[in-house]
């Protein structure tokens, strides 16, 4: 791969930045405001869009804003995998802004400016850390994602919203402050520097004398980062998702799909493949233990989803173990396996935005939340649900959607390294996924309403929120018959 210097890079962090204040100045104009929105969001894919034949072509754009010390920079790539998280993130941002317009203005919520200031400034966040050449610049961007979902998390501005929200900035902020920092102190004082090296994966940010001089100093430092990136929601570190689900369901999905999940894991892909590189990971022995934690945090979290009766907590701990598939591919460190955890990022978003969205329709249409209560509801609302239900095959994993080649690429990994246990664990995942979305459609259209339900009164939400999670859906199964949008960026990032 070949390094290109170029300030090209620029224009889609500069169309995000310059998104939220814009959202400010109109103020009370809501067409002005959303509209603002919908075209910094098709700009920003249209530009990030213009990159694709040179990463494609195996070139590695990059620039270095300036130089704060030496080897500490502010500076911005695109490889291929920066470019599927730059990607997913405007495309998305369009399609959630057309939702929470049927949202807000339905359910009269307050605040709007400032919600769709902070979403904004969320997507910078998303696509500065898509773009991050560095640690440094990495832990800048995944801060302000922190920081700016704060006030989206604690919309409802009530007892449950503030404390949802303190215990998402104690989580994010806290684990950052106590494990990432010092991580990032770490590495630089071994290494001297704090950029990735991004013309290879087997090559990390410590040099092989580093690494066989302190051994045990590069573990703590991987240890740290790990703990550090709490976006991830590795167990211990995921309570703070479900807590966060307080939040307006937009807000959900942008925490689940578009910005802060997908941040986490992606910092943790490029963590593990740009700051340590596979020879590292194998020569440590960290690859193995990573991805027996993600093991466990799918199993435990999908046995935890089968006993929530609100829909939001059940995607909620779906989340929490879909993201660990993510963390297993790139924590084996083999070739398959690394391709089905990187083409999970994508394909998680746009499957787990759907469901979001579609629980957002339907709270919007019926008020209801408990899944028990939504018998029949799947004869009244047969688009909404008929999305989820091809957003809930992804998630399962059944052909042709999605979530299939993402496990198909995972499971065949697992084999490729000999690991039975992550194996059994990946299997016995897409049987509990079935046992916790299955129910949710069965109520919907072959169970009878229970006498006196407001379900026979309920009809589809509004079209402009019924139509995004429609898109989503369908992309989600076009991404299974195509999986080569995102598999050529990332057999050019891996050189596979």
Same mark, same amino acid.
């Given at each position: 791969m070949k390094v290109i210097e170029s300030s090209l890079i620029l224009w889609p962090l500069l169309v995000t930045l310059v998104a939220p204040f814009l959202v400010l100045l109109a103020g009370k104009r809501v067409n002005l405001r959303e509209s603002v929105s919908f075209v910094a969001g098709a700009i920003t894919f249209a530009l990030v869009i213009c990159a694709a034949p040179t990463v494609l072509s195996g070139g590695v754009l990059r620039y270095e804003l300036f130089q704060i010390l030496p080897g500490i920079t502010i500076a911005f790539a695109l490889d291929g995998l920066g470019f599927i998280f730059a990607f997913i993130a405007p495309f998305l941002w369009v399609l959630a802004t057309s939702y929470n317009i049927g949202y807000m203005r339905s359910l009269k919520e307050h605040a709007q400016t400032r919600y769709y200031f902070c979403f904004a400034v969320a997507i910078f966040g998303a696509v500065g850390v898509a773009m991050a050449a560095n640690v440094f610049t990495l832990y800048l961007f995944y801060e302000i994602i922190s920081i =700016?979902?704060?006030? %989206?998390? +604690?919309?409802?501005?009530d007892e449950e919203g503030f404390l949802g929200a303190k215990k998402y900035l104690v989580y994010l902020m806290g684990t950052s402050k106590l494990f990432l920092l010092p991580a990032m102190v770490l590495t630089y004082t071994l290494a001297g520097t704090l950029d990735f090296p991004l013309t290879s994966v087997r090559e990390g940010i410590f040099s092989k004398e580093v690494v066989a001089t302190h051994p045990d100093l590069v573990r703590l430092t991987y240890v740290l980062f790990i703990a550090g990136l709490a976006k991830a929601a590795l167990m211990p570190f995921h309570n703070w998702l479900p807590s966060a689900m307080v939040a307006p369901t937009p807000v959900s999905a942008l925490l689940h799909a578009v910005a802060v999940v997908k941040a986490g894991v992606f910092s943790v892909s490029r963590i593990i493949l740009s700051g340590f590189g596979t020879e590292t990971m194998s020569s440590l022995g960290l690859s193995l233990p990573t991805a027996y934690v993600a093991g466990f945090t799918i199993v435990v979290a999908s046995l935890i989803a089968l006993t929530k009766d609100d829909i939001k907590a059940r995607l909620a701990y779906s989340t929490v173990s879909q993201l660990s598939y993510v963390v297993i591919g790139v924590a084996l460190v083999a070739p398959l396996a690394i391709q089905g955890g990187l083409m999970h990022i994508g394909?998680?978003? =746009?499957?787990?935005?759907? %469901? =979001? =969205? /579609? +629980? /957002? +329709?339907?709270?919007? +249409?019926?008020h209801l939340k408990s899944i028990k209560k939504m018998n029949g509801l799947g004869r009244k609302m047969p688009l909404t649900f008929g999305a989820f239900g091809l957003a809930s095959l992804s998630m399962i994993g059944v052909p042709p959607v999605a979530g299939f080649v993402s496990k198909w690429y995972l499971i065949n990994g697992a084999l490729q390294q000999e690991q039975l246990i992550l194996l059994v664990a990946l299997l016995a995942s897409t049987i509990l996924n079935a046992g916790y979305f299955a129910p949710i459609f069965y109520r919907a259209f072959f169970l009878a309403p229970e006498p006196g339900s407001q379900v026979e009164e309920c009809r589809e939400a509004p079209m402009c929120m019924v139509i995004p999670l429609i898109l989503t859906s369908l992309v989600s199964v076009l991404l299974g018959l195509f999986p080569g949008v995102f598999q050529d960026f990332i057999r050019v990032f891996g050189n596979f």
């Open positions: =700016f979902t704060y006030p %989206l998390v +604690a919309h409802h501005q394909h998680h978003a =746009f499957s787990k935005i759907t %469901l =979001f =969205f /579609g +629980a /957002g +329709a339907i709270y919007v +249409a019926s």
